[in-house]
């Protein structure tokens, strides 16, 4: 099964120019995928499906949340994706007196030496790029966590009554320690619906281990290559939405919604352990990343197994457990795996 020609989405690129997607191009585009991975792979042991995650929020054009306690390599897999991608890097780090300003960018004085005159002209901070690694996010105040809302959603940012557009594709990358320590804000629930996933990052196995250190120790570096460009990835995103969910599959994707707020649920782990259930762009979200997920795999339909595999990340910030659950242990990974059981295609 193949796809038509189609107009990239978004529709222009940065030239101010449309592209298209042809049988030719579709073909080649899918050859780089699993190219990227390679390339990240040869600084990055283990974390298959981590990588497979990011891959599919990328596909998706999504944003990406990664947690896991420090020293996990989160930083390094966002740094050695983007070596592999020929798009615009900038790193901030979020620390407790980090201001909005620091980010979005501000205004300064300047004087035009023809005239005399003074104005004032607006320095663009370190968001205006295609990837942002928002390193430890949840070190810093929910003020400056806030300025990246906009951003985030509209791809776009406002100051002094001035928008200025951000350049596609635009990613943020955002990786956080556990909110149980010392000097962390959690996010709020309505920023973290802006991350299409949350990927948990735990402890390499005893094999993993043993490779990161034999490979990190001695002189050799890795040489990562960018094997795809910034069009490439926008015509990645414009091929993903063409990918076939039917029906079914979109009406199990909004079951399996709803059946997360404890209001209108019919199932009773939800009732006991749920305070707020996802909302409509957990299902947008869930049948995208399907999608995503389903491309990468070399098809062009979403199959039960793609719904499954990005339940966990889609979900897992988007289910508000009660202070029942938070005192048993329950999660929202938890809630997820058991409406996955309950809940009939």
């Not at 042809?22 to 780089?32: D, P, R």
């Not at 792979?41 to 891959?55: A, P």
């Not at 619906?193 to 490779?211: C, H, M, S, V, W």
């Not at 999660?331 to 409406?339: F, G, M």
Request: with cysteine; net charge neutral.
């Amino acid at each position: 099964m193949g796809f038509k020609p189609i107009a990239m989405y978004p529709a222009q690129n940065k030239n101010n120019t449309t592209l298209e997607l042809t049988e030719n191009n579709i073909k080649a585009l899918l050859a780089k995928l699993p190219q990227l991975k390679t390339e990240i792979q040869k600084v990055i042991v283990g974390q298959d499906h981590i990588l497979d995650e990011l891959l599919v929020a990328f596909l998706a054009g999504g944003h990406c949340l990664l947690e896991g306690v420090p020293g996990l390599a989160k930083t390094l897999i966002v740094k050695t994706m983007s070596q592999a991608l020929h798009l615009a890097f900038r790193r901030i780090q979020f620390t407790p007196d980090l201001m909005p300003t620091d980010i979005i960018g501000t205004e300064i004085l300047e004087e035009d030496h023809a005239t005399g005159k003074r104005f004032f002209k607006f320095n663009k901070g370190p968001l205006f790029a295609n990837i942002i690694l928002a390193d430890e996010i949840n070190r810093t105040p929910p003020k400056t966590q806030s300025a990246l809302l906009e951003a985030m959603q509209e791809f776009e940012v406002t100051y002094g009554g001035q928008t200025y557009p951000l350049d596609k594709p635009f990613f943020i990358l955002a990786t956080q320690n556990p909110i149980e320590q010392a000097g962390t804000y959690p996010l709020p629930e309505a920023q973290l619906d802006r991350f299409l996933l949350l990927i948990k990052i735990g402890y390499p196995t005893e094999q993993e281990e043993f490779d990161i250190l034999n490979r990190t120790t001695g002189a050799k570096k890795a040489d990562v290559q960018a094997v795809i460009s910034a069009e490439e990835i926008m015509q990645a995103q414009a091929l993903v939405r063409q990918v076939n969910i039917n029906e079914d599959l979109t009406r199990y994707v909004s079951r399996i919604i709803r059946a997360t707020r404890p209001g209108t649920t019919e199932v009773a782990y939800v009732k006991e352990w749920v305070r707020w259930g996802s909302g409509p762009r957990a299902g947008q979200a869930l049948i995208l990343t399907s999608k995503a997920r389903a491309l990468l795999k070399g098809r062009y339909s979403v199959l039960m197994e793609d719904i499954h595999a990005m339940a966990p990340a889609v979900l897992r910030h988007r289910i508000l457990m009660n202070f029942k659950a938070e005192a048993e242990g329950i999660t929202s990974d938890k809630v997820a795996e058991e409406l996955l059981k309950v809940i009939a295609r």
